[in-house]
Each structure stands twice: as structure tokens, then as C-alpha cells.
């Protein structure tokens, strides 16, 4: 007691604190605690606190100065940087600047991210670090460099070329070209389709809310007749207005053949970022419709919910849809580093090799859910068509090095020979299509690219078949020429028989109809360059005459309703095929052998050109014997 009441004296406290000096201190402490905690609970979003964290093992050197840069110069936060290199090389040639702005567009894309939550803007979304499918470097100067040709090929002697009819006819052709984007953009620019004697925009369910399906498709065809202020167009309108946050029900078929399609041949073509991009991000909105007890996808993918939804055939996935994706997805995971895509596809070969199949034939229809086939029905046409073309492209693609599907190809194409080739009396080679042993003798429209398949595939077949499928593939094209021929506008049906004395022609209305497809046209071209026989270009220009005559319109191109009206009604559709498919094909006809030669690329279901694989990668090959 006496201590206390000195003057002046203070017990200390446990750590040496005077009373005074604690309070300050407590004072002090709790007020930083309450300031820090204060300050994260206020930051703005959550990624701030994992930068904070994490900024060790994420950040690059000279990021966040990256972003404060851009923000200087109100750049957008979701834009690239403008890109200041031409769209397309000069025929033959690799543009230096071009592919410098090309790889200072990948570096930008490498070394920024977003500050913000990350939404589908008017341009390609600022990629974070971890996006490792969009920041991996693929080396296009490096795959520029293996093609064996040019990629526009080597121009003859304009003196000598001039006044050629080829070129004219090559001109006309390239003229319907700038006719049908021409109204496109002045009516339905950012639509799917054109409605040309409405003189509007067309957009459908079968995209799930995805736009500008005739843009994507348009794409590779300007660039490959060098209208270059038409191309510059298409690809403005996918920099700045292709939306991928969509949220609709789309057909997994369909955005794959037509915009994965056009988006990787795009690229391949010119080396634009975006593009590539692009790709890779509506690739990954596909992968769930393959969430099945199988691995085979569903017809129909959510892009909301992620799920898959139901094909029209009820339970069942279709075959040439499920069976078409190889190309597409095998260049997925080239251009991405991403595995992921190639897996996919190979289960649906590893599923469709193992399961037995009636005569050596593939049914149309297979359940994703215990991977039996629904029906016994086959076709070579529609519902199965583009499967069988895959195969023997999948071989070609892998630079003859996917043995597992050249021999599906020639085993398939065996069984089709021995079951579904007949003859008809007037002596006309045709496919029919089989329903459990039962034959329905006509072919669609859709079947006619077979002549051009076979032929395609006659070099690599046994040699003692080869003869005979070089004649397989003339005899069959013959075939669908003749269902042109036969009809009053000289355009094909969408289906024709082989009965009751008719043969070649559609046997009622519901068939009667063309809508501007390309499969003919399409084996025209394959049989030119295969055999430069002239008749193939005589018949593709008499294809040229009837779509002037019967498919033009003031607005546009239009199908009509009854091929065998000379006077016919039209069903006020452009459809995207036709600028992507029906005209490229007979440009190339038209054109030298080594414009988008068959040695460098192969086209897709939708006449996009995919490149053959030749580096050192194994990401394309299938399985190697």
C-alpha cells in the first residue's frame, strides 16, 4: 500500500508496459485489425482475394503494368488489340508482318486477364492465365511451312488465262458468291439466314441462340476467292458480335460441321486469333452433350443447364451425327493443347469398333445409354452419310497414319457394295437404303457426295479393287447427274426412285424439292480432279445455268419447291450450305488442282478445309498400327 502513494511512481505491468503505454498500444492494435478486415470484406470481388494469395504463382512479369496500360489507353476491357496485318497472305506466300501481328496477338492474349467477372462481350474475352486451352501457342508459321502447295495455288499466265472460258466461268461463279453475301449484309446482316423474297433475316431453333450461321460458313469461301473486303466484313462481325453466351437447346451436329468448322478453317487460313479462339470456347460448350453411360453425345446439347437433351429419334443418337465430329475435334485439341476433345471422339470409335453390327453394316440409330443399335435401319444418305465420310478423312487428315479408321473405311465400304449397290434395268448404279434386310430402292440427295467419297478413297483401297471403285464412284455420280437431268429445271430432288419403271426421279412432291445443295456438285469436283475428265465441269456448269435461271432472285438465292415445274415457286431461303458448300465446290472446279489442294487439306462435312497433319504431333493420328 505504502508504494502506491508515491508521487510519480506507476507499477509496471507483466511485459514491461506502463498503463498509459498498454491502452495506446491496445488502442492502436485494434484499430489496424479493424481497418484490414474492413478493407478485404470491401474489395469488389472475390478474384482479388485470390490474387492477393496466389499472385506468386500466377502473375507474370509486367501484368498488372499490362493492365494498367490498356486501361490508359480506354481500351475495352474485353477487346483484343487491333491486329494490324492483312487478313489474307498474298497467294503462295506467308506474310512476315502478318504473322508477327499474329504472334504479338498471342503474346497479348498470354499476358492479360480480366479485372472484373468475366462475361461474353462484343469481342473475344480477355483471358485469364489458367484458360491453358486459349493461351496454348500453336506454331502456325511452322504449319504454313509444311504445306506441299500454296494455299490459293499458282496463278497461270493471266495473258494466257484471260480470256479463257474456265476463267470466265470461274468469274461467274465468283460473282454469285459476292451476290449472295452482298444481300446477306444489306438484309439479315448477324442473322443465321437470308429470307430473300421477304427481304429479311431468317434465325431458327437449331443453334440454341447462336447468330450469324451464314457469316461463319462464309468465311473460308471469301477468303478462297479473294474478296477481300467481303472477308474483312465476316470477320469484323465475329470480332465484334459473335456471342457465345447463349442459352438455348442447339444441335451438336450442326454448330459443330458449320461453326467449329468454319472457325478452325478460318484460322488455318490466315493465322487470326480470334478465330482460333473462338473455336476453342463453343468447343467446350459442346463437351456435355457427351455426359452419357457411353460417351456417345446426345443429338442435342443445353447451352444454359449444360445438359443434353433428346434427338428427334426419341432415345437414340444418330450416326452421322455422333460420327462426324472427328475432324473438328481432333483440331480442337491441336489448336488447344486441350486432350480433352480427341478423347471424346476417339471413345465413340473405340464404341463403334467393338459393337457388332448387322452384315458389316452400321445402323442409323445407337442408344447412348447402353450403346445397342435402335433400329436396323441404314442409309448412306441422311441420317448416315457423313459418318462413312469421316472415316476414310480421318486416314487422309492423319497423313495415312489412322490405320484403325482406314480400315472401318474399307470394311464398311464392302459391306455397303455387297448389300445396298444395285443396278437399275435402264442400267443406273445406285445406293438403296436397307431396313432390316429389306431394300427401299431410291437414294436422297444427301447420298450423292458418295460418288466423290469413293473416289476419294480409290487410291488407298486393295489394288485389285481400285479399278473397280474408280468405276463405283462415275457410275454413281452418273447416276445423280441423270436426277438433275430428268427434271424440268435441271436441278436435282431431294430424293428420286428406282421403280415402277421410273428411275431417277421423285416419285412425290414431298420429294420434289431442291433447296440449293451441294452434294452433287460436290463429286463433280472430286471426279475432276481425280480423272480431268471434261465432263464433270460440263455438268457443273449446267448447274451454274439452272441456279441462275431458277434459284436467283433479286435479294438472293432462293430453293424452290418442285424441281419439275418450269415454272417453279421458292421457299425464300439462303441457306448458309450454299455459300459455305454448293459454290465453293464449283469455284474449285473451275479451279487448278492446287487451289486448297487435296495433298494439304481435307474438307469437312460442310466443304470447311481442315489441314493434313504433318508435324511431329500425335494428338491427330487415331490409333497407330
Not at 434465325?203 to 450469324?212: A, T
Not at 445397342?372 to 457423313?386: E, I, P, R, T
Request: charged share 25%; proline share 5%; aromatic share 12%.
Amino acid at each position: 500500500m505504502l508504494v502506491r502513494k508515491v508521487p510519480g511512481f506507476v507499477p509496471a505491468s507483466p511485459w514491461g508496459l506502463r498503463l498509459p503505454q498498454k491502452f495506446l498500444f491496445l488502442l492502436f492494435l485494434s484499430g489496424l485489425v479493424t481497418l484490414c478486415f474492413g478493407a478485404l470484406f470491401l474489395l469488389p470481388h472475390s478474384s482479388r482475394l485470390k490474387r492477393l494469395f496466389s499472385a506468386s504463382r500466377t502473375q507474370q512479369p509486367g501484368l498488372e503494368m499490362m493492365a494498367e496500360i490498356a486501361s490508359h489507353h480506354a481500351m475495352p476491357e474485353q477487346e483484343l488489340p487491333p491486329n494490324p496485318a492483312p487478313a489474307a497472305p498474298a497467294p503462295g506466300e506467308d506474310d512476315p508482318g502478318r504473322l508477327v501481328g499474329v504472334l504479338r496477338r498471342k503474346e497479348w492474349l498470354r499476358r492479360t486477364r480480366p479485372t472484373g467477372p468475366r462475361e461474353e462481350g462484343n469481342r473475344v474475352a480477355a483471358l485469364r492465365p489458367q484458360d491453358e486451352s486459349v493461351r496454348f501457342s500453336f506454331d502456325y508459321k511452322g504449319f504454313r511451312s509444311r504445306l506441299r502447295h500454296p494455299v490459293l495455288g499458282t496463278r497461270s499466265d493471266e495473258s494466257e488465262e484471260s480470256q479463257s472460258l474456265v476463267r470466265a466461268q470461274r468469274e461467274k461463279i465468283k460473282e454469285m458468291m459476292r451476290f449472295s453475301w452482298q444481300n446477306y449484309r444489306r438484309y439479315a446482316m448477324g442473322k443465321n439466314e437470308l429470307r430473300p423474297l421477304t427481304k429479311d433475316g431468317f434465325e431458327g431453333s437449331m443453334f440454341g441462340g447462336l447468330s450469324g450461321a451464314t457469316i461463319i460458313d462464309s468465311l473460308d469461301t471469301l477468303y478462297l476467292m479473294e474478296l477481300r473486303e467481303e472477308f474483312q466484313e465476316a470477320k469484323a462481325w465475329v470480332q465484334d458480335s459473335f456471342h457465345l453466351n447463349v442459352s438455348g437447346e442447339a444441335s451438336l451436329f450442326e454448330v459443330n460441321i458449320r461453326y467449329i468448322g468454319g472457325l478452325l478453317s478460318a484460322f488455318y487460313l490466315t493465322g487470326e486469333e480470334v478465330f482460333r479462339v473462338k473455336a476453342i470456347k463453343l468447343g467446350e460448350k459442346l463437351l456435355p452433350a457427351f455426359n452419357t453411360p457411353t460417351g456417345i453425345p446426345k443429338g442435342v446439347v443445353n447451352f444454359k443447364s449444360g445438359s443434353w437433351g433428346w434427338a428427334t429419334a426419341g432415345s437414340s443418337s444418330i450416326l452421322a451425327e455422333f460420327g462426324s465430329l472427328h475432324l473438328e475435334f481432333l483440331h480442337l485439341t491441336e489448336l488447344s493443347g486441350n486432350p480433352v476433345f480427341a478423347e471424346k471422339v476417339r471413345n465413340i470409335r473405340k464404341v463403334l469398333r467393338e459393337i457388332d453390327k448387322p452384315f458389316g453394316l452400321y445402323p442409323n440409330f445407337l442408344s447412348p445409354v447402353s450403346g445397342n443399335w435402335v433400329q436396323h435401319h441404314v442409309s448412306v444418305g441422311g441420317l448416315g452419310d457423313s459418318f462413312y465420310e469421316y472415316l476414310i478423312k480421318s486416314w487422309l487428315m492423319s497423313a495415312k497414319t489412322d490405320t484403325e479408321a482406314k480400315t472401318m473405311y474399307y470394311e464398311a465400304l464392302e459391306a455397303i457394295e455387297t448389300y445396298l449397290v444395285n443396278v437399275s434395268p435402264g442400267g443406273l448404279t445406285y445406293i438403296a437404303e436397307w431396313r432390316g434386310g429389306i431394300l427401299d430402292h431410291k437414294m436422297g440427295h444427301l447420298a450423292c457426295f458418295s460418288g466423290g467419297m469413293i473416289a476419294l478413297g480409290a487410291e488407298d483401297a486393295k489394288e485389285d479393287k481400285r479399278a473397280y471403285y474408280r468405276e463405283l464412284a462415275a457410275q454413281i455420280t452418273r447416276t445423280c447427274h441423270e436426277s438433275y437431268a430428268r427434271s424440268d429445271t435441271k436441278l436435282g430432288p431431294e430424293a428420286f426412285w428406282f421403280n415402277s419403271g421410273r428411275e431417277a426421279v421423285a416419285t412425290q412432291l414431298s420429294e420434289s424439292y431442291y433447296i440449293l445443295r451441294p452434294e452433287v456438285v460436290e463429286s463433280y469436283m472430286y471426279l475432276w480432279r481425280q480423272t480431268h475428265d471434261p465432263i464433270y465441269r460440263e455438268w457443273g456448269w449446267e448447274v451454274v445455268m439452272a441456279l441462275e435461271k431458277h434459284c436467283r432472285t433479286e435479294a438472293g438465292f432462293s430453293g424452290i419447291q418442285d424441281v419439275y415445274s418450269s415454272n417453279p415457286n421458292h421457299d425464300n431461303r439462303q441457306q448458309s450450305f450454299f455459300l459455305a458448300e454448293t459454290l465453293k465446290y464449283l469455284y474449285l472446279l473451275f479451279s487448278e488442282d492446287n487451289v486448297l489442294s487435296l495433298e494439304d487439306w481435307v474438307f469437312n462435312t460442310e466443304a470447311h478445309p481442315l489441314p493434313v497433319n504433318r508435324s511431329d504431333s500425335s494428338s491427330m493420328a487415331g490409333h497407330r498400327h
